[in-house]
Nanobody, 126 residues
């Protein structure tokens, strides 16, 4: 069984910064082989792609966060991070961590990810 646990979400002002963390665990889960993704879902909207970190370390971002958000991973700690800077009210959402066993790809589709966390709330006040 694989568990992904997000943390770090909170209320922040416009222009502020937050760092989200996602810790992965599982007896047969080899974190370094997975692509890790961050998605978000605002009230009344579909879940949308934010960022991806491939097993090689390569990254991919949604246009809406490019230049403001940075995804990184620490394979020794089985943890993926999302550094969010210059936050805007439209970044308000529940942020979800996900894992794709096709570690080579940067998928933006929720159906391609095998495991999901429970989410962490990020609220950006104007």
């Amino acid at each position: 069984q694989v568990q992904l646990v997000e943390s770090g979400g909170e209320l922040v002002q416009t222009g502020g910064s937050l760092r989200l963390s996602c810790a992965a665990s599982g007896r047969t889960f080899t974190f370094s082989r997975y692509a890790m993704g961050w998605f978000r879902q605002a009230p009344g909207k579909e879940r949308e792609f934010v960022a991806n970190s491939r097993s090689s370390g390569g990254t991919y971002y949604a246009d809406s966060v490019k230049g403001r958000f940075t995804i990184s991973r620490d394979n020794a700690k089985n943890t993926v991070y999302l550094q969010m800077n210059s936050l805007k009210p439209e970044d308000t959402a529940v942020y979800y961590c996900s894992a794709d066993n096709a570690g080579w790809r940067s998928s933006t589709k929720t159906v391609d990810y095998d495991y999901w966390g429970q989410g962490t709330q990020v609220t950006v006040s104007s």
